[in-house]
């Protein structure tokens, strides 16, 4: 096979979004798989709704997401030259025309075919070619030949069009400049795309593309449709099932690679695997499985994998996103206590964004209590109980696991109490949180000034 070249063409009128995200992976791991290339090229030509702000966030999403790009990015609204050229070549061989017809015009024409019963399509072709001399403004306009058009989709298999129900579309506008399904085969042909995985929501444009490829005497690319990705409902991922922007993932604390699991699973599938490492993926990733039916977005199976990868994670993945989320001060960072933190809490936790919460207590000084916990374990009970564990901990010298329980039991026995007369209030007072790792290992962790100075800051 020649050397496999792929892109990810994103539209920049939004964030971006789980299905772009599925499509740039698709798209980035095909190249992986056979040594390829992955371009990003933003087709920005709609200049109205494209907007800088939703180029950064697609850039920033996939960089998030660990695709990254072997050329590009690249701007459609850089390579106008190049469209002209193009344009140039279908100019030459007459496979466009010049239609003067004013939008007005064309709007009254499909009203008259409406009334008449008639489907409203174009049909000016012939006695525009008649005269094309005119000095009015035009539009170029491809003259879709007869017969039918075969997509041979690598996912859909064979879909027919018949050229006849696609009108002699627009390729370039009044103003010179050229419409997106021209300058999307154009930048193809110019980056040498060998292989076009996109959306199915895609496939009537193919069409038409392929027309293109040919007056070009271009050889067509190969087309992998994929499906779309439907809520649990089956219907459409859209907002009302929740969070569709990637970042929005991140922001809830999932791990790149939890995500990447995830999208990649939304459509293809290997065998019943459910876990793949970033290196299994480059090494099974295939066109041929990928399904023919819709992804369905299950987050459940999401907050899975990112528990399991939370649980795998390098901890100084994990301070990094603690970091990001309630930020940690330098002098506690790298340190091997703040590692114990982490490592302790790690399987509590769905998300980072909780895990930072659980840490906190180690990482800052000034405690946050979780809802409704400190009104019930702190009381004036519970705090005289506390006191007593206060005072022997001034007087331990070895801070460590043993000497802590030691105290511990020590109280318990001498007020004949239970142990969660002690160990909860002083959870709540150490931790300001009801799931916490062992009390022993919260002390130890804490060590005993900053131990002390929370007992005493709840009056114990
Ligand atoms: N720009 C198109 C989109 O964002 C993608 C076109 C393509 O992949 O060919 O939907």
Known sequence: MMSVRVRFAPSPSGYLHV?????????????????GQFILRVEDTDRERSSQESIAAILEGLDWLGIHADEGPFFQSERDEIYAQYLQRLIETGAVYKCFLSKEELDARREALKQAGKT?????????????????????????????????DQVKGKTTYQNKELEDFVVARTDGTCTYNFVNVVDDLDMNITHVIRGDDHLNNTAKQILLYKALGEALPVFAHVPLILGQDKKRLSKRHGATAVQMYRDMGYLPHAMVNFLVRLGWSYEDKEIFSAQDLEDLFSLDNIGKSAGIFNEEKLIWLNQHYIKEADQSVLQEQVDYFIGIPDERKNTAKGFATLNALRDRAKTTKELAELARFYFHDDLVFFEGVKEKFITPESVKIMAVFREKLEKIETCDHDHIKSIFDETLKELDIKFKFLGQPLRIAL???????GIMEIVEILGKDRSLQRLKAVGA
Do not use: C, M
């Open 431 to 437: 931790t300001g949180s009801p799931y916490s790792p």
């Open 19 to 35: 299905g772009g995200a599925r499509t740039a992976l698709f798209n980035y791991l095909f190249a992986k798989r056979h040594k």
């Open 120 to 152: 409203p399509k174009y049909d000016g072709r012939e006695e525009q070619l008649k005269n094309q001399d005119q000095d009015k403004p035009f539009v170029w306009r491809f003259k879709v030949p007869e017969g039918e058009t075969v997509i041979d």
